[in-house]
């Protein structure tokens, strides 16, 4: 029972190991790009950051999650972008336009949808995206400040 119980812990001490070895890390500096938004606006990193930080959320139609945090996101949008906030979510899995506009509309999403569809492909993998919602919040001076799952507290960086 003891070798049964050590195995499965080394298993998980491997599998939270191999996560934390995933995706860029803070104080990295964030690859730079330029999508198409859903408006046909072309739309630089560097653009987004003179104006203050920026929040990337790497998502896809079919994530439940990404979903659930739809109003999360509408709400942190809506609290911070007087304060250089941008909320820019980046379809990861290609899929078409039509789609995107379809699902940002369906579900009242009020940030920057950026539907580049191959583009933003090489975007992900520049980011090194695994899953989603991938989050990654980034300082006007281009460096990365979080990068995982979860929303980050916007507290600790915008006041």
Known sequence: ???????VFLLLLSAITTVNAVGLKPGEVAPDFSLKSLAGEQIALKDLLAKGHVMLVFWETQCVYCYAHIKDFNALQKQYQKKGLTIAAINFLGEYESEVREYVTDNDVQYLVLADRLN???????????GSPTIVMVAPDGKILSYGHKIPDMAKWID
């Open 1 to 7: 029972m003891k070798a049964v119980l050590l195995s």
């Open 120 to 130: 933003n492909i090489d975007v992900a993998e520049a980011y090194k995206v695994i």
